[in-house]
């Protein structure tokens, strides 16, 4: 909405419009209608944010209910039911109970008999089938199941008695991430601070764009030639065990984050004032010493968010990891398997009943990912704007 | 009156072109079946349109229960919940029919030197209780395991009935599909996967002792339809009641006949033996 510099004077009339103004309605509604587009992204963005959280919502509180062996009514006694104890029993909306016949519930009914029926012989005095196994304590503390030697995170969502602990993922996720970036951070601002202090303009134009045409190759790409190509060499290479393993997805990660990264710090670096440069230069420092001990010092705060935008990347980051490592072990060796949060959602979204227990908890882990990346990403973003207006000297 | 008769023949024509769309949804074991069921048949039957679609038998139960699908293709059972969910939506329990039966492989490398496992063998190795490949005669290296995503109805299958409900050892890879479990598991000396027998190229498949005394059985159509090898399973289609009439009926009944059990063979399960077609 800012005036033409010609009529910057001007009074504002209504809605920018006004006398004078050399009659540009088309502009005005595109203004508008850009201006709509953007309000609308914010609305999508926080409508995302309210349905994932919604649909988590009945786990976080509790009321769902995953117990293998649950009480079982006999179907004779269904007259003796009261309507209120039918819809609580068999999970019944309203509306659902009005259009029943009393067949449709006894068959109900029958079918409840016939679960409990199929719990097999093994699990019935099983002490953990009679429990709830969506409790925060099952969730993040490790817990000994049957069969199991010691208390463990397992995360086995489907099977008889169902197994939802989060730390596996978590670790795995933080695992891959951060495996990622080790490998690409320090390749990205190598690349970042080559281009843009060291290199010749000639070297420079070409490096920079090839750089930055990595972002455009499909995730998918990168995961299949991670799975297929470098699994096999990075084994070959490093003589480790599991063929599979965090170590190769995150270097497959780290295709993806170095051209974020790379942008990123380049563009933090290039926004050091010249004069900081020129005086180093003048003073008799090499090109080296002034890119390495005045400029990197004065932006690292911009490297510092290209390395927080990185991590918002490789968090999210789902196809590469899904094709590249999915075993939901809790260890930090490097050259173990791992399982991402975004792996398990994609890979069980599919499957999982819609409503049920299970869909509810990815919808949990999908709003966990949310958080991890908008605070990411926030902080990335508030650091490299104050950066940018301190370097601008408009503090 | 003939001129009626015409008229009545080419409106019942019509209204049949109009209602011949069938569509399908499920199992991802099925999918490559179900589409050649449909290819074959909409070759002989002209205007009527089968859509197939995968996505997993769990997917092909919500659907049903939506009544966004027809029929449902399940490579196992109904669940107890599932058929619950059935009833809410529609007030009658779906019909269950069997179409096909599949024999479930164990894989392991073309380079291992094993030849037979049994079945409690391959529960243990897949629980992660046998990790070294020299505890079941084999060389002295450690087992990868290879296992499906847990939204397949193989992995619930092995896992109810190989692992005898246990969990799979935490180290096992899941992969995409039984064809990404055969591409690991080839180029993994010390891998051992599970999946179809139809699948094949590239891995061993182990012959398999129902118990220690027992004879191991090869995973052939002979020995499946035959009920000597352990490790097998029943296809499924499930559909609603209310809808089990006319052109899908007719489907149904195709599927079943010797004709379509022909297809089970070109596809590589094995078709049902003739007193199980109910």
């Known amino acids: 909405m800012q005036p033409a510099p010609n009529q910057s004077n001007a009074p504002h009339g209504w809605l920018g419009i006004h006398r004078g103004h050399k009659a540009r309605p088309l502009e005005w509604f595109a203004e508008k209608f850009i201006f709509a587009v953007a309000l609308s992204t914010i609305a999508v963005v926080l409508l995302i944010f309210v349905f994932v959280a919604r649909e988590a919502f009945p786990v976080v509180l509790g009321k769902s209910n995953t117990a293998l062996i649950q009480p079982v009514i006999p179907p004779a006694d269904l007259d003796k039911l009261s309507p209120a104890k039918i819809q609580e029993y068999l999970a019944l909306t309203p509306k659902q109970f009005a259009g029943m016949d009393r067949e449709t519930l006894r068959t109900l009914m029958d079918v409840k008999v ?19 196994t969506i409790e925060w304590n099952l969730m993040v503390k490790p817990h000994q199941w049957r069969g199991y030697d010691k208390p463990e995170y397992i995360w086995q969502p489907v099977g008889e008695i169902k197994k939802f602990n989060l730390i596996p993922l978590v670790i795995g996720t933080l695992k891959v991430t951060l495996i990622g970036l080790f490998f690409a951070v320090p390749l990205a601002v190598g690349a970042a601070i080559y281009v843009s202090q060291l290199a010749r303009p000639r070297v420079r134009e070409i490096v920079k764009p090839t ?13 299949f030639f991670a799975l297929l190509v470098m699994a096999t060499f990075l084994q070959n290479l490093c003589g480790y065990q599991t063929r599979l393993n965090a170590f190769v997805a995150g270097i497959a990660l780290g295709f993806a984050v170095i051209p974020v990264v790379f942008s990123i710090a380049e563009d933090a670096l290039t926004s050091v004032p010249q004069a900081y440069t020129q005086a180093a230069l003048a ?15 004065a932006a690292l705060p911009g490297v510092f968010a290209a390395t927080v935008l990185g991590f918002g990347r490789a968090i999210g980051e789902t196809m590469i990891v899904l094709m590249v490592c999915s075993a939901s072990v809790v260890s930090w060796n490097v050259f173990d398997s791992a399982r991402s949060i975004t792996t398990t959602i994609a890979a069980e979204m599919a499957e999982a009943v819609s409503g049920g227990p299970h869909y509810r908890i990815l919808f949990l882990l999908g709003a966990l990912l949310f958080a991890a990346t908008f605070i990411s990403n926030m902080i990335g973003d508030f650091v490299i704007h104050r950066f940018k207006t301190k370097m601008e000297g408009k503090r | 009156m003939k001129k009626l008769a015409i008229i009545l023949a080419a409106a019942a024509f019509a209204t049949g072109a109009f209602a011949g769309n069938i569509t399908v949804k499920g199992s991802d074991t099925l999918v490559i079946l179900a589409q050649k069921w449909a290819e074959v048949y909409m070759g002989q039957h002209a205007g009527i349109k089968i859509q197939v679609t995968g996505g997993g038998t769990g997917t092909g139960f919500a659907a049903l229960q939506n009544q966004t699908t027809d029929l449902c293709n399940a490579s196992r059972k109904a669940k107890a919940a599932e058929i619950a969910n059935c009833i809410k939506a529609f007030n009658k329990r779906p019909t269950e029919y069997k179409v096909a039966l599949d024999g479930l492989s164990v ?5 291992s030197p094993l030849k037979e496992l049994t079945v409690a063998q391959v529960g243990d190795i897949f629980t992660g209780k046998i990790k070294n490949w020299k505890e079941v005669g084999g ?6 395991i290879y296992s499906r995503e847990n939204s397949s109805g193989t992995y619930e299958f092995f896992k109810e009935h190989v692992l005898q409900g246990k969990d799979f050892a935490a180290s096992a890879q899941t992969m995409p599909g039984t064809a990404a479990i055969l591409q690991a598991v080839s180029k993994d ?12 190229a590239g891995a061993k498949h182990l012959a398999i002792k129902k118990t220690d005394s027992s004879p191991a059985v090869e995973p052939t159509e002979n020995n499946v339809v035959a009920g000597k090898y352990p490790i097998w399973r029943h296809l499924f289609i499930y559909v609603n009641p209310a809808l089990d009439k006319g052109e899908i009926a007719a489907y ?13 063979k070109d596809v590589g399960y094995f078709p049902l033996p003739k007193n199980l077609r109910e």
């Open chain 2, 189 to 200: 000396k010390n891998g051992i996967g599970y999946g179809g027998a139809a699948y094949g």
């Open chain 1, 114 to 132: 016939e679960a409990a029926n199929e719990v097999p012989v093994q699990f019935r005095d099983d002490p953990d089938a009679k429990r709830n």
């Open chain 2, 107 to 111: 894989y392991v490398s073309a380079d």
């Open chain 2, 139 to 144: 060389a002295d290296a450690p087992i990868t």
């Open chain 1, 283 to 297: 003073l008799g420092s090499s090109r080296w010493q002034t890119a390495w001990q005045i400029v990197l010092p």
């Open chain 1, 211 to 223: 750089i930055e045409m990595l972002s455009g190759i499909p995730s998918v790409v990168v995961g």
């Open chain 2, 252 to 264: 149904l009944n195709w599927i079943r006949s010797d004709e379509g059990q022909k297809v089970v």
